[in-house]
């Protein structure tokens, strides 16, 4: 929780910061620890439904929206998020990132990818673990199939780095084309 607004507190100083999280209690606590004493840096909470993380929330439908206005926005850092959350969820949030990059803007993410596996797998048998806990612990994607995913929200693959982060995640670098 707060990893990354912290991090960059330290290196950059205050920036305009916007944080989402389904989990509201890590939003509670960037708020409570990070925004109270750093103004620039906004935290809210995403009321959208995930098994993983936000059981009680809203099912994500395609006309969902963050709450940021149209090309307002940077950089965009999701660490995780696309390895806990179903493909239907992974393709709106890039289509919304789309929408709230400024062109030439920049996103990175992790996922779990492999070649010539299916398309998508929730919690794969015989894949990195044992045993599963709990729900979309791993979202599998198939490498062209969120390539494709990528290209269909008009966002560009600027770098693709195999299985160097956390468990064995892929690095994804995209950014928007300029106008």
Not at 70 to 77: A, F, G, N, Q, T
């Amino acid at each position: 929780t707060g990893r990354f607004p912290i991090g960059l507190m330290r290196l950059a100083g205050p920036v305009n910061y916007t944080g989402l999280d389904v989990r509201l209690s890590s939003i509670q606590w960037c708020k409570r620890y990070i925004e109270r004493r750093n103004p620039d840096y906004h935290f809210e909470h995403i009321d959208v439904a995930n098994a993983r993380s936000n059981k009680t929330g809203k099912q994500i439908e395609e006309n969902f929206r963050f709450n940021v206005d149209d090309e307002s926005i940077d950089i965009i850092c999701l660490f995780g998020v696309f390895t806990n959350v179903e493909a239907d969820v992974v393709r709106i949030y890039l289509h919304e990132m789309n929408r709230i990059l400024a062109g030439g803007g920049k996103v990175y993410f992790t996922a779990f990818v492999e070649e010539n596996v299916p398309d998508v797998a929730i919690n794969p048998e015989g894949y990195l673990f044992d045993e599963f806990i709990g729900p979309l612990n791993v979202v599998r994607f198939e490498k062209n199939y969120i390539f494709s995913l990528i290209s269909d929200a008009g966002l560009i693959l600027d770098e693709f780095i195999y299985g160097t982060e956390f468990d064995g995640q892929s690095e994804f670098y995209l950014s928007k084309p300029t106008n």
